[in-house]
């Protein structure tokens, strides 16, 4: 087996490991450094799948990331932008290659590489096996360094889906141990012979939803803890629909043994969260068909896309873009998508620091104004 299969292997245990995400970045880090060198620490993004808005930001060595160049990636843009990168086909990305070898077109390589010494970026988007987007790794090299090659580029989209299904995971735990959102997600712990060890309060109704208790589990989630158990890496995800007649989506994973005895962590949610559109609703009036052009909006799509995504014609999202405008007091996308970050994101990723420095897991979504005092 090569440096690089190794590399891979590495990663991909660290991910499935179930750990919380400021645990997943420390350990996958130096195996990162190990397989694609670079300058100091990589820098881990978390984002929220249904806007692409950062949630978390960690790099070793830096304790709080700064606010001005969070913001100038929303207000602003540049080449090789984090957005870009989540919604691109490959999923990773280069500066050079963005600019056509010519890094200093870019605001931030003056700003904020040139500074460092840097000149090289590379950007991989953490998507899940179905596509869905959960964070992005930044990796930057000094001047006279060698170029990142292709090589480099197609080990880290090997390693992105399992980073993203580690982030997923630890978000997720991070939200149901401690929810500050609407229909927050449920967690339950099971040992290896498959019995409740321990569940979070809102676990007993996502289990009634799935015909079951905690005493007696129902057989979709039994299901995946057996999995989990039975194969590596350690993480399995399960659709189901409940009685009700909405899909709930499972999420496990083995947790790190603890005396010589394994266990299974089960995060239950809604296959359809309804947070950001909820928060939306609640800050703007936004009616439901504004929500979703908003959505879409955040996520950079295009006016064309937009109206044939939601079957009605570009003069109907124009008409829709101006009602959310008034309603939101921006005059254009780009100011949409700063303004939603100013009010909504940046406090989590705020929450999200200071909740590391003191040993509590990040949690995920948007930030919930009462949490916050925002409007």
């Not at 990636?73 to 500066?95: I, K």
């Not at 630890?170 to 149901?176: D, E, H, K, T, Y």
């Not at 803890?225 to 909405?246: C, F, I, M, W, Y």
């Amino acid at each position: 087996m090569g440096t690089h299969e190794r590399a891979i292997d590495k990663l991909e245990s660290v991910a499935a490991s179930g750990s919380d995400l400021v645990t997943l970045w420390r350990e996958a880090g130096p195996l990162l450094a190990e397989a694609v060198p670079h300058f100091e620490a990589a820098c881990f993004f978390t984002v929220d799948p249904s806007s692409l808005l950062t949630t978390s930001h960690f790099q070793e060595g830096l304790p709080e990331i700064p606010g001005e160049w969070l913001g100038r990636e929303y207000a602003e843009g540049d080449y090789n932008s984090m957005r870009e990168v989540l919604q691109s086909a490959r999923g990773v990305g280069t500066l050079d290659d963005a600019t056509g070898g010519r890094p200093e077109l870019a605001r931030k390589f003056s700003e904020e590489m040139q500074p460092f010494g840097c000149d090289q970026e590379l950007l991989f988007a953490l998507r899940t096996r179905d596509g869905e987007p959960w964070g992005l790794v930044g990796l930057y090299r000094e001047t006279g360094r060698p170029a990142f090659s292709t090589q480099e580029m197609s080990l880290v989209c090997r390693v992105a889906p399992g980073l993203a299904a580690g982030a997923r995971h630890a978000l997720l735990l991070g939200q149901a141990w401690e929810p500050d959102l609407p229909e927050a997600p449920g967690l339950v712990i099971l040992d290896e012979r498959l019995a409740v060890e321990s569940a979070t309060p809102t676990s007993p109704g996502w289990l009634a939803d799935l015909g079951g208790t905690v005493e007696t589990p129902p057989v979709s989630v039994l299901a995946v803890a057996g999995q989990v158990l039975s194969e590596d890496p350690g993480l399995a995800t399960s659709r189901v629909l409940a009685d009700d007649g909405r899909w709930i989506v499972l999420h496990g994973s083995r947790l790190a043994h603890r005396d010589g005895r394994h266990r299974v962590s089960v995060v239950i949610e809604s296959a359809q969260p309804v947070h950001l559109t909820s928060l939306l609703m609640r800050a703007y009036g936004l009616t439901s068909r504004e929500q979703e052009v908003t959505r879409r909006v955040l996520r950079g799509e295009s006016t064309g896309n937009i109206a044939r995504e939601l079957g009605i014609a570009s003069g109907t999202v124009q008409a829709h873009l101006r009602n959310i405008f008034e309603k939101t007091g921006v005059r254009s996308r780009r100011e949409l998508v700063a303004v939603a970050f100013q009010r909504h994101y940046e406090p989590r990723v705020r929450d999200n620091e200071h909740r590391t420095t003191i040993s509590l897991p990040a949690r995920h979504g948007p930030m919930p104004a009462q949490a916050h005092g925002g409007g």
